[in-house]
């Protein structure tokens, strides 16, 4: 058995992370999924737990994949 891997999705679409979860489901045996829709749960979750991969949409209304990029530099 592998290490549990822990996934943040960056997303404000439900239908896509849902989409997007199942197909992580079927290449991982054992992971956490978290999914957020905002850039406040963003940094609160990667200030509270390690994270693994992070997947983010480029397009959100009030924040971007580049600026979550710049967050999550600054929290590693």
Same mark, same amino acid.
């Given at each position: 058995?592998?290490? =549990?891997? @822990?996934?943040?999705?960056?997303? @404000?679409?439900?239908?896509?992370? #849902?989409?997007? =979860?199942?197909?992580?489901?079927?290449? #991982?045996?054992?992971?956490? !999924? !978290?999914?957020?829709? @905002?850039?406040?749960? #963003?940094? =609160?979750?990667?200030?509270?737990?390690?994270?693994?991969?992070?997947?983010?949409? !480029?397009?959100?209304?009030? #924040?971007?994949?580049?600026?979550?990029?710049?967050?999550? =530099?600054?929290?590693?």
């Amino acid at each position: 058995m592998g290490k =549990k891997i @822990n996934i943040l999705h960056l997303e @404000n679409q439900l239908a896509d992370a #849902f989409m997007i =979860k199942s197909l992580i489901s079927k290449g #991982f045996g054992s992971f956490d !999924y !978290y999914f957020i829709d @905002n850039e406040t749960d #963003f940094i =609160k979750t990667l200030e509270e737990k390690k994270i693994d991969i992070i997947l983010s949409d !480029y397009e959100l209304p009030d #924040f971007s994949g580049s600026d979550a990029l710049l967050v999550a =530099k600054s929290h590693s």
